[in-house]
C-alpha cells in the first residue's frame, strides 16, 4: 500500500521561501517610495518655507536700521487688490507668487535717524534724508539678492504702490477708508510705510499662510470714529480751501492722528511729527536738521 504523502500545513512550516523573499520585496519597495516622497516633501516644504528665512534675516538687519515694521506677502496678494494705477507687474521666475517684503517704522525710526543725521554727510547732507536714508539702508539689507525696490514716496505711474493697502492685505494694518489712515493694533496711526521690496526670484508664503486684516479700533469706538472724522473734514477743508493750503495745514493732519486716540503711547516725539508733517516748510525742515546738528537754529 502506498504510504500517504504528508500533508503539509501551510501555518506549521510558513509559505515557500520564494513567496516570503516576493513579499519582502514589496514591503521593502514601499517603505523606499514612502522615504523617497517624505524626502521630496521636506524639500519641498523648505523651498517652500524659504521666505521666512529672508524675512527673519531682513527683520532683523532693518530692525537695527530702525525700520520696525517689515511684513512680507505674496505679490498676487497685492496686486488682487490694488487699484490698476498702482499694481505691480510681475518681473521674475515666480511671477505673481514672488515674496514681497513691506517695510515701514514707528517712532523707533526717530533716534536711529538722528544718529545717522548726524554722523554720515551722504545723509546730513542730502536734500531728502529721510528718503536717501531709506533708500541707503534698504539697498545694503537686501545687497546680493535680485530684487526692486519701490519707495512709498514715490507717486510716478508705474511707480506708485499703494502701500497701505498693501499694508492692510499683509496684516499689518487696518486702512480706514474715511480717513485714509492706516491702523495699527497697537501703533495706532503713528506709522509709515518706507518701501516695497519685491525679490521676483523668491517665492512668497502660500495662500494658507496669508493673515487677515487687522480689525478697524475706529468700528467698535463710536466716539473714536466720530473725533477722526471731524478732524478729517477739518484738515479736507483747510487743503482744499481757495489759494491752497495755510502755514499752519500741518497741524491739521496731526489732528487727525491724534484724534485716534488722544496721547496714545505710539505718538512720534515733536520734531518727528514736525519733520514728517510740516514737509511744505522748509525753514521748519531747516532748524530740526540743524540741531540734529548740534548746530544753532537758523533764524527766521
Ligand atoms: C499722495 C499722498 C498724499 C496726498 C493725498 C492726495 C490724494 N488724493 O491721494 C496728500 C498730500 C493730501 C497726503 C497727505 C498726507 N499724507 Co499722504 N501719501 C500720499 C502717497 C505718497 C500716495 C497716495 C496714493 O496716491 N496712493 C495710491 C492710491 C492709488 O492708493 P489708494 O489706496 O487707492 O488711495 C489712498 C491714498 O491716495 C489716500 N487718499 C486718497 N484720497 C485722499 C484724499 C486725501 C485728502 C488724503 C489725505 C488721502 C487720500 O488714501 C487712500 C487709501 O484710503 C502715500 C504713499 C503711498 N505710496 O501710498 C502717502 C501716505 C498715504 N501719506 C501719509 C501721510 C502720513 C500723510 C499725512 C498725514 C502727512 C503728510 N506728510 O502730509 C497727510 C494727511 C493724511 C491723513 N489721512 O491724515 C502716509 C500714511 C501713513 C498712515 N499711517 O496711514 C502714507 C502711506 C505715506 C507713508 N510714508 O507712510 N498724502
Not at 512680507?72 to 521674475?92: Q, V
Request: hydrophobic share 40%; charged share 25%.
Amino acid at each position: 500500500m502506498k504510504k500517504p504523502e504528508p500533508v503539509v500545513k501551510v501555518d506549521e512550516t510558513g509559505p515557500p521561501k520564494a513567496a516570503v523573499a516576493g513579499a519582502v520585496g514589496v514591503a521593502v519597495a514601499v517603505a523606499w517610495r514612502l522615504f523617497i516622497s517624505r524626502m521630496r516633501n521636506a524639500g519641498g516644504a523648505g523651498r517652500n518655507n524659504a521666505w521666512k528665512t529672508v524675512t527673519a534675516d531682513a527683520k532683523e538687519k532693518l530692525a537695527a536700521a530702525g525700520f520696525d515694521i517689515v511684513a512680507p506677502l505674496k505679490l498676487r496678494w497685492y496686486n488682487e487688490i490694488a487699484p490698476d494705477s498702482a499694481k505691480i507687474a510681475p518681473g521674475g521666475a515666480m511671477g505673481e507668487d514672488a515674496l514681497v517684503i513691506l517695510v515701514g517704522n514707528s517712532a523707533a525710526l526717530w533716534p536711529v535717524f538722528c544718529d545717522a543725521h548726524n554722523a554720515r554727510p551722504e545723509i546730513g547732507d542730502a536734500e531728502n534724508p529721510v528718503d536717501t536714508y531709506v533708500d541707503i539702508e534698504v539697498n545694503r539689507v537686501f545687497r546680493g539678492k535680485i530684487r526692486r525696490v519701490f519707495y512709498a514716496h514715490e507717486t510716478k505711474p508705474g511707480r506708485l504702490v499703494a502701500v497701505q493697502r498693501m499694508a492692510h492685505v499683509a496684516g499689518v494694518a487696518h486702512l480706514d477708508e474715511r480717513s485714509h489712515l492706516s491702523i495699527h493694533p497697537t501703533l495706532g496711526p503713528w506709522l509709515a510705510f518706507r518701501a516695497v521690496v519685491v525679490l521676483d526670484d523668491a517665492r512668497g508664503p502660500g495662500d494658507g499662510q496669508k493673515p487677515r486684516p487687522p480689525p478697524n479700533p475706529l468700528a467698535f469706538d463710536p466716539s473714536a470714529r466720530a473725533r477722526v472724522d471731524e478732524a478729517f473734514d477739518d484738515a479736507l477743508d483747510g487743503y482744499e480751501a481757495p489759494g491752497g493750503p495755510s502755514e499752519g495745514q500741518w497741524r491739521l493732519w496731526v489732528a487727525v492722528r491724534d484724534a485716534v486716540e488722544p496721547g496714545h503711547p505710539a505718538r512720534y516725539p515733536e520734531d518727528q511729527v514736525a519733520y514728517h508733517y510740516n514737509c511744505l516748510d522748509g525753514r521748519e525742515r531747516a532748524r530740526i536738521r540743524s540741531r540734529l546738528r548740534g548746530g544753532f537754529e537758523p533764524s527766521d
